[in-house]
């Protein structure tokens, strides 16, 4: 026993044994792979894209109601187990985790909730493409937006979004304008203060339930800190 948690040398076999945190209390980590590297992950977040605008969401005003900013309403769901992805459009490596994910939770279903945060560390054509994300959520159409940006080549930018919102039937005026909202900032500032809170170095990033997870990793790795997660109450957490 580690902290109160149970270390599984062998089921992890060939990665780092699980570390409890000290904080956030109750959560654990355990690595994974490589990591796109990041830099101040509040800069650019403020309405007008300032990075001189002091974050206005400081990671301990999240506290106490913690699990529901980190997995929205999964944190409330009997029975499954909640995921909190946090990536950048342009990290590479994201690119791959995110369609791994997206798979598997269509794999198992009802078993698992995923809550995908938009974290862009990688310049302003993150920030743009972030952006454009939540604002199409706005109108439902989040997960084909997600999905077209983590597949295209291009790098977002106002023709792009344009041509995108007009081939997916989404209003490209109010997306526009939803873009620049406070409620879009707002749910960027959360996401970036949330990694802070968790002292992500980069993306992607994961929390799992209990465990947080900081980098590229296998399936096989994720299923079964999944299954642990289930058979040993991530909840406690919460």
């Given at each position: 026993m ?9 089921l992890?076999e ?5 570390e ?10 355990v ?10 992950p509040?800069?650019?977040l ?6 001189e605008?002091?974050a206005?969401?400081?990671p301990?005003?999240l506290r106490?109601?913690?699990?529901s ?18 990536a ?5 490596y994201?690119?791959?985790q995110t369609?791994r994910l997206s ?15 938009e974290?862009?560390?990688l ?15 706005r ?8 999905e077209?940006?983590l597949t295209s080549p ?16 989404v209003?490209?005026a ?8 406070e ?10 203060a949330?990694s ?10 994961m929390v ?15 299923r ?9 109450g991530?909840?406690s957490v919460?």
């Amino acid at each position: 026993m580690v902290g109160g948690f149970r270390v599984l040398p062998v089921l992890f076999e060939g990665l780092p044994e699980f570390e409890p945190l000290d904080d956030p209390p109750g959560f654990r980590r355990v690595a994974g792979g490589s990591v796109s590297s990041s830099f101040n992950p509040f800069a650019g977040l403020s309405v007008g894209g300032s990075e001189e605008t002091p974050a206005r969401v400081p990671p301990d005003s999240l506290r106490a109601d913690l699990c529901s900013h980190l997995f929205g309403t999964a944190a409330r769901s009997e029975g499954v187990v909640p995921i909190a992805s946090f990536a950048d459009y342009y990290c590479p490596y994201c690119r791959v985790q995110t369609k791994r994910l997206s798979e598997l939770g269509s794999e198992l279903g009802s078993e698992v909730a995923i809550e995908w945060h938009e974290l862009p560390l990688l310049g302003e054509t993150s920030i743009l493409a972030a952006r454009a994300a939540l604002a199409a959520k706005r109108q439902d159409a989040y997960v084909v937006f997600h999905e077209n940006l983590l597949t295209s080549p291009f790098r977002a930018n106002a023709e792009y979004l344009s041509l995108l919102s007009e081939r997916i039937g989404v209003d490209h005026a109010q997306l526009i304008a939803d873009m620049e909202s406070e409620s879009v900032s707002r749910e960027l500032e959360i996401s970036a203060a949330l990694s802070r809170l968790f002292a992500f170095v980069g993306t992607p990033a994961m929390v799992v339930g209990r465990t947080v997870i900081q980098g590229e990793v296998s399936d096989r790795t994720l299923r079964r800190i999944i299954s642990l997660e289930r058979e040993e109450g991530w909840s406690s957490v919460c």
